[in-house]
């Protein structure tokens, strides 16, 4: 029986280019037709909380009404969280507090959000950090104490590390190259043992980042992400098409085996099924 558990992992500011030149762990996985791969086009602006939102609820911004970094306010959609709390299941995240924000409670408290377990908040168990240099390993730690401690169906990560090094350093640097490699380290550690435990895993992340650091804009070095997926709902693939950002909610919702959001597109099952099972004649631009 397929499984409906899933874990959805974003690495902030992990550009797509980079994704294929350092996240051996996955790609590898790729190559042995275990996991699909594509290419994400992300919504503008390509910043953070405004992408998180789309991420987690479909919805683009002129919708949502989260424009900016600094629109700190609760978010008024149906998130993944929301959609698998009313289908009777457990969600749980570990991640930047800006998550907490948009789907718990805002502005976020230090002293009162920082460890959350609540059954009536749409994440109902959270593990929430607010320095952009807290440690991946760290939060892949938090992650894997959820999941043992409260088996969620539905378990949100997100990792700052990458996005952080390629503000101080640009987005092809040695640095950036290198924090891109080390969380792929992370993910070889953990990945593995979620899915022995019957997780789903889906890889992405919310924008990249240019060679001058920056990101938000329309360059393809800011809006172009990947897409891993393992799962035994969809047949491993390359895509060869770039699927649109919006799509991510309403397939995590479809793997999860709950009903999509009423704002949500309906999953492109055309653009996830073309594609090839190869690596010949791939190219990266």
């Known amino acids: 029986m397929p499984s409906k558990k899933l874990i959805m992992i974003t690495l902030d500011g992990c550009r797509y280019d980079m994704a294929i030149q350092h996240l051996g762990f996955l790609n590898h996985f790729v190559e042995k037709k275990l996991a699909s791969r594509?290419?994400?086009?992300?919504?503008t602006p390509s910043n953070s909380r405004p992408l998180y939102e789309v991420l987690l609820t479909g919805v683009p911004t002129h919708v949502n009404g989260i424009y900016t970094n600094y629109s700190v306010q609760r978010s008024k959609e149906?998130?993944?969280?929301s959609l698998t709390k009313d289908a009777g299941k457990t969600t749980a995240a570990a991640a930047y507090h800006w998550?907490?924000?948009l789907y718990n409670r805002a502005p976020f408290s230090m002293f009162e959000d920082r460890i959350q377990h609540d059954e009536e908040q749409a994440i109902q168990h959270g593990i929430f950090y607010a320095d952009d240099t807290y440690p991946d390993s760290h939060l892949f730690a938090d992650a894997h104490s959820?999941?043992?401690?409260?088996?969620?169906?539905?378990m949100y990560v997100h990792s700052m590390n990458i996005d952080d090094v390629g503000h101080k350093h640009t987005g092809n640097s040695i640095e950036y190259r290198s924090a891109v490699n080390r969380v792929d380290?992370?993910?070889?550690?953990?990945?593995?043992?979620w899915l022995e435990m019957g997780y789903q895993v889906i890889v992405?992340?919310?924008h990249g980042m240019d060679d001058f650091g920056n990101h938000g804009g329309t360059l393809p070095a800011h809006r172009e992400v990947p897409l891993f997926i393992i799962s035994d709902q969809l047949e491993p693939r390359i895509g060869t098409k770039p699927l649109e950002q919006l799509q991510l909610a309403p397939l995590v919702c479809h793997l999860l085996g709950i009903e999509k959001g009423h704002k949500m597109q309906e999953v492109d099952w055309q653009t996830l099924k073309e594609g090839m099972n190869i690596l010949e004649n791939e190219t990266v631009e």
């Open 204 to 206: 992405t992340s919310d």
């Open 78 to 81: 149906q998130s993944i969280f």
């Open 146 to 154: 959820l999941i043992t401690s409260a088996n969620p169906d539905f």
């Open 185 to 193: 380290t992370i993910l070889g550690i953990y990945v593995p043992r």
């Open 38 to 43: 594509f290419k994400v086009i992300s919504e």
């Open 99 to 101: 998550v907490s924000e």
